[in-house]
């Protein structure tokens, strides 16, 4: 049985993996940038990043101390559970495992800048609703979104052209918006590329890219070319790891997309950071907690 209980306890286990521990597919690709790096500086941050990685998870302590907006994913599949026992469940999760692991306070209100303390507030915790019937139970992905990489989110809304012309404007667009923030996203970084749907849904996608491991290509063909192209077009920028030059200011970059208005192409860009940080469990219709 899915329980409110349940949920927090889950919250509080993957906010405290998603904090202290990287994902193999992250930590592989900083350890590929690390072997492939030419310049000395670069190949110093690198091995400055592992080393971090190293120490967080064998000290069980969070690896930046920016410690995120606590934003969740969670798709409900096949249970019966109430919308309000998920909801009540993660924002008590998150309000104890602001004092459990620790995190720093940073949920704060946007004219004011005074927070409750816990990191929760209003909309926030903020969570995404998913649905796949082929899911037991439920999943619950937390993702910690730190505030360098995201103050360099960015939209535009570009004339319809043909396609060609469409993705060779979408390059440029990402290009100018990776110079525009040099080094304050902490790269490398994983960027995701929204293009499609209405304003809001695209820097949705954004999110969702950034979301999808590194390596892994849109399954679209000419979507997936249009990631490589825009990766190496980013990594011959030169702005490198922390903006101090190198071959490696993107880790991947990702691009979802959705149908659009016949007049409009909305492009989004959401950074994350070097620390790529998300967590993701599995609670089955019985109880079971399964981390993935």
Same mark, same amino acid.
């Given at each position: 049985?899915?329980?409110?209980?349940?949920?927090?306890?889950?919250?509080?286990?993957?906010?405290?993996?998603?904090?202290?521990?990287?994902?193999?597919?992250?930590?592989?690709?900083?350890?590929?940038?690390?072997?492939? !790096?030419? *310049?000395?500086?670069?190949?110093?941050?690198?091995?400055? /990043?592992?080393?971090?990685?190293?120490?967080?998870? !064998?000290?069980?302590?969070?690896? =930046?101390?920016?410690?995120?907006?606590?934003?969740?994913?969670?798709?409900? &599949?096949? =249970? *019966?559970?109430?919308?309000?026992?998920?909801?009540?469940?993660?924002?008590?999760?998150? !309000?104890?495992?602001?004092?459990?692991?620790?995190?720093?306070?940073?949920?704060?209100?946007?004219?004011?800048?005074?927070?409750?303390?816990?990191?929760?507030?209003?909309?926030?915790?903020?969570?995404?609703?998913?649905?796949?019937?082929?899911?037991?139970?439920?999943?619950?992905?937390?993702?910690?979104?730190? &505030?360098?990489?995201?103050? /360099?989110?960015?939209?535009?809304?570009?004339?319809?052209?043909?396609?060609?012309?469409?993705?060779?404007?979408?390059? %440029?667009?990402?290009?100018?918006?990776?110079?525009?923030?040099?080094?304050?996203?902490?790269?490398?970084?994983?960027?995701?590329?929204?293009?499609?749907?209405?304003?809001?849904?695209?820097?949705?996608?954004?999110?969702? @890219?950034?979301?999808?491991?590194?390596?892994?290509? %849109?399954?679209?063909?000419?979507?997936?070319?249009?990631?490589?192209?825009?990766?190496?077009?980013?990594? *011959?920028?030169?702005?490198?790891? /922390? &903006?101090?030059?190198? *071959?490696?200011?993107?880790?991947?970059?990702?691009?979802?997309?959705?149908?659009?208005?016949?007049?409009?192409?909305?492009?989004?860009?959401?950074?994350?950071?070097?620390?790529?940080?998300? @967590?993701?469990?599995?609670?089955? !219709?019985?109880?079971?907690?399964?981390?993935?």
């Amino acid at each position: 049985m899915i329980t409110k209980e349940l949920i927090k306890d889950v919250t509080i286990s993957i906010l405290r993996r998603a904090e202290t521990t990287l994902p193999k597919d992250v930590k592989q690709a900083l350890a590929r940038a690390y072997e492939r !790096e030419e *310049n000395e500086i670069a190949k110093v941050q690198l091995e400055a /990043m592992l080393e971090n990685v190293r120490l967080a998870e !064998e000290l069980q302590r969070p690896l =930046c101390q920016d410690t995120g907006l606590p934003l969740f994913f969670v798709t409900l &599949g096949s =249970c *019966n559970v109430e919308l309000s026992d998920i909801e009540s469940g993660i924002r008590e999760g998150v !309000e104890e495992a602001t004092d459990l692991i620790p995190l720093r306070s940073n949920v704060v209100d946007p004219i004011l800048r005074r927070g409750e303390g816990a990191n929760i507030g209003d909309r926030m915790p903020y969570i995404n609703y998913l649905i796949d019937s082929d899911v037991d139970g439920l999943e619950i992905l937390v993702f910690p979104k730190g &505030g360098g990489s995201e103050n /360099m989110s960015a939209f535009t809304m570009l004339m319809p052209k043909p396609e060609a012309e469409a993705l060779k404007a979408i390059k %440029n667009f990402v290009l100018e918006t990776v110079l525009n923030a040099g080094g304050k996203p902490c790269p490398p970084t994983i960027i995701g590329v929204g293009v499609g749907g209405s304003a809001d849904m695209a820097m949705k996608l954004a999110k969702v @890219a950034v979301i999808r491991p590194a390596g892994v290509r %849109n399954t679209e063909e000419r979507i997936a070319q249009a990631e490589e192209e825009i990766l190496e077009a980013v990594n *011959n920028t030169g702005i490198g790891p /922390m &903006g101090l030059g190198g *071959n490696t200011t993107a880790l991947d970059v990702h691009i979802e997309t959705a149908s659009t208005h016949i007049t409009s192409l909305p492009v989004a860009i959401n950074f994350q950071c070097w620390a790529a940080r998300q @967590a993701v469990a599995k609670i089955h !219709e019985d109880g079971r907690v399964e981390y993935v």
